[in-house]
């Protein structure tokens, strides 16, 4: 791969470039890639700051969600001035901000409809999925199932998070969460609650994850689920399969 990095970038990414694991060719893997970021709430918007900063050359944005005061202890995208804007508006705004050498695209839209997500989807190299429902979560894995897109995939609750990786033909969402038609939404945070912090260590893991899927560093989550409990302060994992009768990715 040819490093054709301006001064400016240079400088920018110098602490990348110093990470012999990384370096201007891992740099440049960056510069070229392009990642599909679906809510920019408490996990998208972790993910989608530390993207911008690392030099992801593009990034989408899905949301159709305004600023609400209660999502400002967690959405560190967002402040006072912005409630009653839409999200994914001023998220654009923050990441161009950042970083003016990333393209950024934006969707006012809640990805639901498995056309839409179709169309978008299969323009970026790998999706993180921040979303809050499970509608949204399976529509978003059968097609990242359906074009062959890496997944990653936070979720919490309290004070506790889970993520884990999806690389193609290696398992999906749906091996580890069957869809049930009879399945009652886990409850929202706006109904348990969660500690904001919490949800910032979940989105920079996602960050994290995607920076090394992107740049082929280090061990992937593939095939591990890494479970984190903030009141023990503790990481744990257990190990997570391929269903061989999965409707989705066996289908």
Same mark, same amino acid.
């Given at each position: 791969?040819?490093?054709d990095?301006?001064?400016?970038?240079m400088?920018?990414?110098s602490r990348?470039?110093l990470l012999?694991e990384?370096?201007?060719?891992?740099?440049?893997?960056?510069k070229?890639?392009?990642?599909?970021?679906v809510?920019?709430?408490?996990?998208?918007?972790?993910v989608a700051l530390y993207?911008?900063?690392?030099g992801? $050359?593009?990034?989408g944005?899905?949301?159709?969600?305004?600023?609400?005061?209660?999502?400002?202890?967690?959405q560190?995208?967002?402040?006072?001035?912005?409630?009653?804007?839409?999200?994914v508006?001023?998220?654009?705004q923050?990441?161009?901000?950042?970083?003016p050498?990333?393209?950024?695209?934006?969707?006012?839209i809640r990805l639901?409809?498995?056309?839409?997500?179709?169309?978008?989807i299969?323009?970026?190299?790998?999706v993180c999925?921040g979303?809050?429902?499970f509608e949204?979560?399976?529509?978003?894995n059968?097609?990242c199932?359906?074009?062959?897109?890496p997944?990653?995939?936070?979720?919490?609750?309290g004070f506790r998070g889970?993520?884990?990786?999806f690389?193609?033909?290696?398992?999906?969402?749906?091996?580890?969460?069957?869809?049930?038609?009879g399945?009652?939404?886990?409850p929202t945070?706006?109904?348990?609650?969660?500690l904001?912090?919490?949800?910032?260590?979940m989105?920079?893991l996602?960050?994290t994850e995607?920076i090394?899927e992107?740049?082929?560093?280090?061990?992937s989550?593939? $095939?591990?689920?890494?479970?984190?409990?903030a009141?023990?302060m503790?990481?744990?994992?257990m190990?997570?399969?391929?269903?061989?009768c999965c409707?989705v990715?066996?289908?």
């Open positions: 791969m040819n490093i990095l301006s001064v400016d970038e400088q920018r990414y990348h470039i012999h990384l370096g201007g060719i891992g740099q440049m893997a960056l070229e890639a392009s990642v599909l970021v809510g920019v709430g408490g996990l998208g918007s972790p993207l911008a900063a690392a992801v $050359g593009r990034i944005l899905i949301d159709n969600d305004s600023v609400d005061i209660s999502n400002l202890q967690r560190i995208l967002y402040d006072t001035a912005s409630i009653g804007q839409k999200k508006f001023l998220a654009a923050k990441l161009r901000a950042l970083n050498q990333v393209r950024v695209d934006v969707w006012d639901e409809e498995r056309a839409v997500a179709l169309d978008i299969q323009h970026y190299d790998l999925d979303s809050d429902n949204t979560r399976y529509n978003v059968a097609m199932v359906h074009l062959h897109k997944l990653i995939i936070a979720a919490l609750q889970q993520i884990t990786t690389r193609p033909k290696q398992g999906c969402y749906h091996c580890i969460f069957p869809q049930d038609e399945r009652v939404e886990a945070c706006s109904q348990s609650g969660v904001g912090s919490v949800v910032g260590v989105g920079t996602q960050a995607a090394k992107l740049t082929g560093l280090g061990n989550l593939v $095939g591990r689920l890494l479970c984190f409990d009141l023990v503790r990481f744990s994992e190990p997570v399969g391929i269903d061989p409707s990715c066996k289908s």
